[in-house]
């Protein structure tokens, strides 16, 4: 069983950056695709971005698009989300999953999940 453990949330203004990471332990990931998700205050969790396993297939949600980047490191074990332009709706709790299945342009959760990183955005 893979442990995943994110990291880089916290506060910043209308505008703003952040960059989150995944990391695992307990078994190499190399293989495996990677998400990430967020839950907002009141809603359901969502999709946010999707990377295949060696990097070169990424997908996101539309309200993401242009200004996240998904990215990963296999050496490292770890996956990542660039966050540019962050806006007061992208406040949320950022889980990221592994070992999940892509089809038809949508992604399909796996097992393994974070507990999650907070962001907030303040206008």
């Known amino acids: 069983q893979v442990q995943l453990v994110e990291s880089g949330g916290g506060s910043v203004q209308s505008g703003g950056s952040l960059r989150l990471s995944c990391a695992a332990s307990g078994r190499s990931i190399n293989s495996y695709a990677m998400a990430w998700f967020r839950q907002g205050p009141g809603k359901a969790r969502e999709f946010v971005a999707y990377?295949?396993?060696?990097?070169?297939?990424?997908d996101y949600a539309i309200s993401v698009k242009g200004r996240f980047t998904i990215s990963r490191d296999n050496v490292k074990n770890t996956g990542y989300l660039q966050m540019n332009s962050l806006k007061p709706e992208d406040t949320a709790v950022y889980y990221c999953?592994?070992?999940?299945?892509?089809?038809?342009?949508?992604?399909?959760?796996?097992?393994?999940w974070g507990q999650g990183t907070q962001v907030t955005v303040s206008s």
């Open positions: 999953n592994v070992g999940g299945r892509y089809s038809d342009s949508r992604y399909f959760p796996g097992a393994s």
């Open positions: 990377i295949n396993w060696s990097g070169g297939i990424t």
